[in-house]
C-alpha cells in the first residue's frame, strides 16, 4: 500500500508535495520520496523513514521546479524495505520519465525477463514499479515518431500499456519537458482522484493524488475520482486532458480501502469513509445483538482510530454505554503492515495503553476494524485482561480475513493469516476472548452500496477469494509466500507463536498443515 501524489503548478511545488505527502502518511510509513521537474531536469531525494525524517531543508531546496510527484510507501507483497526500492523512480529514456504507483503488478516477474530478453532494458531493483515505468519507457518510444510527445500520443503508448501489464495500478509519472501523465488499473482497484486551484485568466493548477484528503487538506478543490481504465495528462502550461483507454473498464475497488486504509476524512468513489464505517457499525450491532446477550455487557470500546465510527453506531444502536478504553501512542505506525511479526508484536503494546479505570470489573464489547494475523488482537485483548476486564467480547467490523491480498496490501502469506484453515471457535481461542463476533461479507458490501449503489463488484478477495483480475492462481501464491519464507520470517512468525499457549500453539500448528 502507498499514497502517491502527482503536481503541476505555476509556482515551485516541493512545499506542496511535502504537505500532501504528510495527509497520506498513512498510506505509508516505511519510506518517501519527492521528485521535481524543473526545465529538463529532474531533481530527486528518497529515503526510508517517515515525510518528516526523510525531508530536511537542504533536500527540500534542491527540489526545484513547477511539476512533481512524490510517494509514502510501505513494502507490498514480497519485496524489500531498502531505500533502492524508494520511489519516485527514473529511466533517461525516451525525454526522461519519473515514476511513482500504488499497487501491485501480479505479472512483473515475467515483465522483466522480457524487457531483458526483447526491449533489452535493465530491471535493476525487485520493485515491480521499475518494471511498469520501463514498460511505459518502451512504450512511449514506440509511439512516438518524432522528438516530440503530445495528451495524444502518450494516450496511444498507454494503449499498449494496458495491454501489457496485470493487476492493480494508481500511477503518477512525469515526462521531462512535457507533463504530468497518470492513469488508473481497469478494475479501479486502487484510488486516484483529481484537484484543481483555480489560478485566473482560464489558468488552473492541477493535482492527482490517492485521497481527496490531500487535495482538500492543502486548500485544492476536489473534482472528481479517475475512472478505471482512464489517463489523465496535463502539460506544464497546466492544460488538462483525459482519455478512457480501456472501454470495458469497470469499477471494483478494493474494500480494504473503506475498512481501514484510507482515513475517515477521505471520499473515494463518490463514497464517504466516515458514511460506510458508520453503516458497518449499523449491520455488526444487528449480528451482535442476534448472536450474544447483549444485557450482559456494560460498556462498547473502540481500538483507536479507524474502527470508532463503528463503535459509535454499535453503542447507539444497542443502547450501551461508549467509552474509549484504550489510549494511543500516535507516534507508532499501523501495526498489520509493519514488516515482521516480532515487530508488530512488540509495537502494540508501545502503540496503546488500557486504562484500568475503564475496564476493572466490567464486561467489554471491543470493537476494531479488522483482524488479520491475531497478533494485534491477542495482545489488546490480554491488556484488557491486565486492566480488570471480567469478560472481553471482541467484535470485528470486518469479516474474517481468510485468503492473501495480492494488489498491493502487505498480508499475502495464507499461514500468517489468523483465519486461514479455522472455525470460529478456534480463532476465538487463538486471540484469547470470550466471545468473537465478525462482520458477515454480504453487509461488509452492502454498507457501501448503501452510500454508492452503483458500485456492483468490490475486490474483496481477502475476504471472499475472489481475485477481480483472473489471472492469480495457486501457484502465484505459492511463489509469493515461498519469496517470504526466509529465515528472518520464519523467525518472525516463531516469535509471533510464542505468546500463545503450548494447547494454542499445537492448534496453530495442526490447522496450518
Not at 510507501?73 to 529514456?93: K, L, N, W
Not at 449499523?282 to 442476534?290: H, M, T, W
Not at 476486564?389 to 495464507?414: C, E, H, L, Q, W
Request: aromatic share 8%; glycine share 8%.
Amino acid at each position: 500500500m502507498c499514497g502517491i501524489v502527482g503536481v503541476v503548478a505555476n509556482d515551485p511545488v516541493n512545499q506542496l508535495i511535502y504537505d500532501a505527502l504528510l495527509l497520506l502518511q498513512h498510506r505509508g510509513q516505511d519510506a518517501a520520496g519527492i521528485a521535481t521537474h524543473n526545465g529538463r531536469s529532474f531533481h530527486m531525494h528518497k529515503a526510508n523513514g517517515l515525510v518528516r525524517d526523510v525531508f530536511r531543508t537542504r533536500n527540500m531546496r534542491a527540489l526545484a521546479g513547477n511539476s512533481g510527484i512524490g510517494q509514502v510507501r510501505y513494502p507490498t507483497a514480497g519485496s524489500v524495505s531498502s531505500e533502492e526500492e524508494a520511489q519516485p523512480f527514473y529511466v533517461s529514456a525516451p525525454f526522461g520519465i519519473v515514476l511513482a504507483h500504488n499497487g501491485n503488478i501480479t505479472n512483473a516477474s515475467r515483465l522483466r525477463e522480457e524487457m531483458f530478453h526483447r526491449d533489452r532494458r535493465h530491471i535493476n531493483t525487485s520493485s515491480d514499479t521499475e518494471v511498469l515505468l520501463n514498460v511505459l519507457a518502451d512504450e512511449i518510444q514506440r509511439s512516438t515518431d518524432s522528438i516530440a510527445l503530445d495528451a495524444s500520443s502518450a494516450f496511444v503508448a498507454l494503449e499498449n500499456v494496458y495491454q501489457r501489464i496485470e493487476g492493480s495500478f494508481a500511477v503518477v509519472s512525469i515526462i521531462a519537458g512535457y507533463g504530468l501523465l497518470a492513469f488508473r488499473d481497469p478494475h479501479g482497484i486502487r484510488p486516484l482522484c483529481i484537484g484543481r486551484m483555480d489560478i485566473g485568466h482560464g489558468k488552473s493548477q492541477w493535482m492527482v493524488t490517492s485521497e481527496s484528503v490531500a487535495i482538500e487538506g492543502i486548500g485544492y478543490e476536489f473534482v472528481r475520482d479517475v475512472a478505471p481504465g482512464e489517463a489523465i495528462f496535463v502539460d506544464l502550461e497546466g492544460n488538462f486532458a483525459s482519455r478512457q483507454i480501456v472501454a470495458d473498464a469497470d469499477l471494483n475497488p478494493c474494500v480494504f480501502e473503506y475498512v481501514y486504509l484510507a482515513r475517515p476524512d477521505s471520499c473515494m468513489d463518490g463514497i464517504s469513509i466516515f458514511d460506510v464505517r458508520m453503516r458497518m457499525g449499523d449491520y455488526l450491532a444487528q449480528k451482535i445483538q442476534r448472536e450474544t446477550d447483549i444485557s450482559d455487557i456494560d460498556v462498547v470500546m473502540p481500538i483507536p482510530d479507524s474502527s470508532r465510527p463503528a463503535a459509535m453506531q454499535v453503542a447507539k444502536l444497542l443502547g450501551i454505554e461508549y467509552r474509549e478504553g484504550f489510549f494511543k501512542n500516535r507516534y507508532i505506525g499501523r501495526t498489520f503492515i509493519m514488516p515482521g511479526q516480532a515487530v508488530r508484536k512488540k509495537s502494540v503494546r508501545q502503540k496503546l495503553n488500557a486504562m484500568r479505570v475503564e475496564f476493572e470489573n466490567k464486561s467489554v464489547l471491543i470493537v476494531d476494524d479488522s483482524i488479520v494475523r491475531g497478533t494485534t488482537s491477542y495482545e489488546i485483548i490480554q491488556m484488557a485482561r491486565d486492566a480488570g476486564a471480567r469478560k472481553v467480547i471482541f467484535a470485528s467490523a470486518a469479516p474474517p480475513v481468510r485468503f492473501p491480498n495480492v494488489y498491493g496490501i502487505d498480508m499475502p502469506t495464507r499461514g500468517e493469516l489468523v483465519a486461514y484453515g479455522r472455525n470460529l471457535e478456534e480463532i476465538n481461542q487463538m486471540i484469547g476472548s470470550d466471545q468473537l463476533i465478525y462482520q458477515d461479507v454480504d453487509d461488509l458490501k452492502q454498507a457501501i452500496r448503501d452510500i454508492n449503489p452503483l458500485i456492483n463488484r468490490f475486490e474483496a478477495s481477502c475476504f471472499d477469494g475472489d481475485y477481480v483480475t483472473g489471472n492469480i492462481t495457486s501457484s502465484y501464491l505459492d511463489a509469493l509466500e515461498a519469496a517470504r519464507m526466509d529465515p528472518q520470517a520464519m523467525e518472525d512468525r516463531a516469535g509471533d507463536q510464542s505468546d500463545f499457549s503450548r494447547s494454542q500453539l499445537n492448534l496453530q500448528l495442526t490447522t496450518d498443515d
